[in-house]
């Protein structure tokens, strides 16, 4: 006999436990396994987000900041801070304390919704069966009238640079340093790259970005990308861009360092550090997590196949977050897993796609959403654009927060706002803003028409507003009216 229930969660992290509470809060019977496990062999619910992701390596940049802080910018304010040290494991364990706060909030908050959490890996079986096998090798069965997979994703890694865990880490291992290494590699100049290349160069490696591509942030506007490398190679990152990592050698002995060869424009070149983190991308974690009686499609990358409302080939499964396609964010994973979980009772419930926000944690942070300049000239559309730096907002200049600027890009003819960049201070909450406007349908001049509090660093989005119709107040119009 398996246990029935109205919805089975294959995979805790943000789309899956999202997912169960929603189901739960609907009136159904849910249940979620989770594979993630700690000492005592119980299932800890948060997935890559909460555990080696989103808030551990935001921990680390925040502490990495207040870092470089305390050594480099408070003498502008007139206080001397001297003697200023870091103490790496102790900024690794407030890291894994936040962790594990979060990781019990998402306990309790399955104890507070009646989410049946239960520890083991997941399989989906033929019929909406799921096989779950516990840590101490038993096996049970479930039942569902609907499933959602909801197993993430991980590291990808690549030939010319194994894995070791020791001198050749993923981003897991990354977080996880006990000293600063004094030679840092880094192949990939993503997301994860500059957000975990900049907490260590802060903490005083000499960090080197391998990118393989000619371009550097291809998917971010292309005068935001050129700011961003602008700042963070005067940060201290030695960014390589066209460099293909063609092989790396662990050197024996004591005091391990990595050579890395790789091929760029001038020919082929060799580099040592003493520890590489290798961050070229992630992949879905599609393996042992269907039957092949399941029915359920894949793509060929090993995503799961799934339309707009997160449905499967399989009726009555569904599948969300990092395992189907679109980007591979906590927050785009938490909106389809209250989708899914709507849409299982039958309400309509969509995610707007178009108007994903993105950010990058480096300092100044980078976030955007909507079109880019370039998407747009490629798809032939005219628009207008305005801008504003932060080198002349009040708020800015009292933090000492000047460098970045807000970029505003809306349709020429009926002024609908189609895109914001920000690199700048506190850019990922200033952009928020913009997506609620852009849900809503804002043209520029409603946002110009909006009241900014004074003094704000969101006054810049009002200005970058107002200067798309060439009305900024607090600074030059390029576009005259
Ligand atoms: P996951 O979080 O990967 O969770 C999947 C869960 O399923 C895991 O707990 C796994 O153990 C479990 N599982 C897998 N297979 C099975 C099985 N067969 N049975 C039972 N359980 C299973 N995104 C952002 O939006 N903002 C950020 O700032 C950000 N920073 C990041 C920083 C780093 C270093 C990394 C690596 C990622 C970051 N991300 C960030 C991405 C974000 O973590 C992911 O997009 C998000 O966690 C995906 O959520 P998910 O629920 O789809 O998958
Ligand atoms: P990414 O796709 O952002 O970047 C990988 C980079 O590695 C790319 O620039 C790619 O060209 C390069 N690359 C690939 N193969 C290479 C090779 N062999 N040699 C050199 N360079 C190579 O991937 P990531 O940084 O690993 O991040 C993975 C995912 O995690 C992303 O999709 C991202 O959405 C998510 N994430 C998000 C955040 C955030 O929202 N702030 C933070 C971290 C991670």
């Not at 169960?20 to 890559?48: H, M, N, P, S, Y």
Request: proline share 4%; net charge negative; glycine share 10%.
């Amino acid at each position: 006999m398996s246990d029935k229930y109205d919805v089975v969660v294959i995979g805790g992290g943000p789309a899956g436990y999202v997912a169960a509470i929603r189901c739960a809060q609907l009136g159904l019977k849910t249940a979620c396994v989770e594979k993630w496990k700690d000492e005592k062999d119980e299932a800890v619910f948060g997935g890559t987000c909460l555990n080696v992701g989103c808030i551990p390596s935001k921990a680390l940049l925040d502490s990495s900041h207040k870092y470089v802080e305390a050594q480099h910018d408070f003498e502008v304010h007139g206080i001397t801070a001297t003697g200023v040290k870091i103490d790496v494991p102790a900024m690794i364990a407030r890291k894994a304390k936040i962790v594990s706060q979060l990781t019990s909030g998402v306990k309790q908050l399955f104890g507070a919704n009646k989410v049946v959490g239960i520890a083991g890996a997941g399989k989906l079986l033929a019929g909406k069966k799921v096989q779950v096998t516990k840590h101490d090798g038993s096996v049970e069965e479930l039942s569902a009238e609907n499933v959602i997979l909801a197993a993430g994703s991980a590291p990808i890694n690549i030939p010319p640079a194994p894995v070791d865990n020791d001198v050749i880490v993923d981003s897991t291992g990354a977080l996880e340093f006990q000293s600063t290494p004094k030679r840092l590699g880094v192949i990939g100049a993503g997301v994860i790259g500059l957000e975990l290349g900049s907490v260590w160069s802060r903490l005083g490696s000499e960090v080197t970005v391998l990118e393989a591509m000619d371009a550097f942030l291809p998917a971010v506007d292309g005068q935001l990308a050129k700011e961003a490398k602008k700042i963070l190679s005067k940060q201290g990152l030695d960014i390589k861009l066209g460099a293909k990592v063609t092989g790396s050698k662990v050197s024996k002995g004591k005091a391990k360092t990595v050579t890395v060869s790789y091929t760029d424009s001038e020919g082929e070149k060799e580099a040592v550090f003493d520890k590489l983190i290798v961050a070229v991308g992630r992949r879905p974690v599609s393996e042992n997590l269907l039957d092949d009686a399941s029915g359920v499609e894949l793509d060929k990358r090993g995503f799961v196949v799934v339309d707009d409302t997160c449905a499967t080939s399989v009726p009555g499964v569904w599948a969300c977050g990092d395992l189907v396609r679109g980007p591979m964010l906590a927050h785009k994973g938490m909106e389809e897993g209250v989708m899914v979980a709507e849409r299982i009772i039958g309400k309509k419930t969509q995610v707007n796609y178009d108007l994903v926000p993105f950010v990058i944690y480096t300092h100044p942070e980078i976030a955007w959403v909507g079109k880019t300049e370039e998407q747009l000239k490629e798809e032939g559309r005219e628009y207008n654009v305005g801008s504003f730096p932060f080198s002349i907002n009040g708020r800015a200049m009292a933090a000492n927060e000047k460098d970045g600027m807000v970029k505003i890009i809306a349709d020429a003819k009926t002024d609908r706002v189609l895109g914001c960049h920000i690199i700048g201070p506190s850019a990922a909450d200033m952009m928020q803003q913009m997506v609620i406007a852009m849900e809503f349908s804002a043209s520029a001049e409603d946002i110009g028409l909006t009241m900014f509090s004074h003094p704000t660093l969101s006054e810049t989005v009002h200005e970058a507003a107002l200067a798309v119709n060439g009305h900024a107040i607090h600074g030059v119009n390029k576009r005259k009216r």
